[in-house]
């Protein structure tokens, strides 16, 4: 925007008026902001950190309406610092699960998809696969199972089983919710792989 800067332009930025309701904002100085302009010339390499406070456990939706000047051709990504994940807001909304709470760690506005593999993703992700199934949560490997851990988004354990030794796992016994879910699988070599479904 032109005049602004990336630090607190009062003619510019504007801070969020009420903070009571569960709502999406930005952070500059540890304060909510409902607009926060950037300064110029724009790089792709800006990063905007995003607040998010919810009033109640529920499902939400980040979503944006529409797309003007340089950002028509701009790539815009929103950054799940939780989930380690990447979402293209213009390609879909994204959709997540929250507990009631203020999260000024989980999301990032970014303008670049750097979410590659590494070495060892690729060879942890060879063995192991996770995936969701109408019967629950589906683990199969081609080394022998150990043990599984199943965590929610704050860390609490939810599913625990030890002591498996086989290469084919269902659980059933989680609820399903539509919510964020780590899953852990040790094998019976030492390695282990973290995957995170939405279950």
Known sequence: MQGASNNVDETIDGLMLSTNNSMLYSLLNNKEYVIQGRSLPFSDEDIVPLGFKSTTVDNYIISIENFDGLFENQNVYLKDNYLNTIHDLKQSDYNFNSNAGTFN??????????????????????FTKVFVSKVGI????????????????LGKVIYQNQALNTNELTINSITANNQALIVKVFDNQGNSNIQKIIY
């Open 105 to 126: 760690d989980r999301f990032e506005i970014v303008y670049k998809n750097s979410s590659t593999l590494n070495e060892e993703n690729v060879i942890n992700n060879h």
């Open 138 to 153: 589906r683990i199969s490997s081609s080394i022998e199972i150990n043990s599984v851990i199943v965590y929610d988004v």
